[in-house]
């Protein structure tokens, strides 16, 4: 199945995008672009009315971004080589499709277990494991480009095709040792996963160096935007605001492409 190929099916037209998306059982909080803006970023995601509520008021205006346990997203990202075509998706396989505002495409689908952070043997596409990751959700606009994120396809959630069950699962021996390093050197397989560890194991006084490294290492390595988002998410989880970790990630980017 290509881009193209891609059938949308809108929803019944009752509420809104974030409401589509709590119907279908996911938990919800505030983003900065794509940055948390609670203090524990998304643990702090909930499904509670009466929270979101709160929240919509006090940050007026603001991106929401979604996570549910069991359901992971394939997150095809064209600007880094991502296709659809590389899902040899079926009809069979319809699930629930948000087109970003980036023109790339969120693919919902139910597993359980660990997951890689990019599916193998294909560039551009990530994958995001719920109650873990997030994805910003549809109705947000995207920070960059100004534009929305709209669902293509409303639910309901299938369940992983078998196909690409070998793809995306996590290598039996990725897990490091207890204790070990992360290896700022890797090159290879889920090599971004050190680089959102390191920042996630700063210690206070050196968060933002450890930020800024990690950011420019990404840069340097061409990573894809998921990527700094993963990284500004670990950052935030450390106590650092939103508007720092923006500005840092910015400047390490500019380092890392320089």
């Known amino acids: 199945m290509t881009e193209q190929q891609?059938?949308?099916?809108?929803?019944?037209?009752?509420?809104?995008?974030?409401?589509?998306m709590l119907a279908l059982g996911f938990a919800?909080?505030?983003?900065?672009?794509?940055?948390?803006?609670t203090k524990h970023g998304v643990?702090?995601?909930?499904r509670d009315?009466?929270?979101i509520t709160r929240w919509a008021r006090q940050y007026p205006g603001c991106n929401w971004g979604v996570t549910q346990v069991g359901v992971i997203c394939l997150d095809v990202d064209p600007r880094h080589g991502g296709t659809v075509a590389a899902l040899r998706l079926r009809p069979e396989h319809e699930t629930l499709?948000?087109?970003?505002?980036?023109e790339g495409w969120h693919f919902y689908?139910?597993?359980?277990?660990?997951v890689r952070g990019k599916m193998a043997g294909a560039e551009g596409i990530d994958v995001k494991?719920?109650?873990?990751?997030?994805?910003?959700?549809?109705?947000?606009?995207?920070?960059?480009?100004?534009?929305?994120?709209?669902?293509?396809?409303?639910?309901?959630?299938a369940n992983l095709p078998e196909h690409l069950q070998a793809l995306i699962a996590h290598p039996v021996d990725a897990a490091p040792a207890r204790g070990a390093v992360p290896d700022r050197n890797c090159t290879s397989g889920d090599r971004w996963d050190g680089l959102v560890r390191s920042v996630a194991e700063a210690r206070e006084g050196n968060r933002n160096a450890a930020l800024f490294w990690a950011a420019a290492r990404a840069a340097a390595d061409s990573a894809p935007a998921a990527v700094f988002s993963a990284l500004a998410?670990?950052?935030?989880?450390?106590?650092?605001?939103a508007h720092e970790i923006q500005q840092t990630i910015q400047s390490g980017q500019r380092k890392g492409a320089a």
């Open 6 to 20: 891609v059938e949308a099916r809108p929803g019944d037209g009752a509420g809104t995008p974030l409401e589509t």
């Open 49 to 51: 009315r009466q929270v």
């Open 233 to 241: 998410a670990a950052a935030h989880r450390i106590g650092l605001g």
């Open 109 to 114: 689908y139910r597993h359980t277990g660990p």
């Open 28 to 37: 919800v909080g505030p983003l900065d672009g794509k940055v948390p803006l």
């Open 43 to 46: 643990q702090d995601f909930t």
């Open 97 to 102: 499709t948000i087109r970003t505002g980036a």
């Open 129 to 157: 494991a719920g109650g873990r990751g997030y994805l910003v959700a549809p109705g947000s606009i995207h920070p960059v480009t100004g534009k929305p994120y709209r669902i293509h396809r409303s639910g309901p959630i």
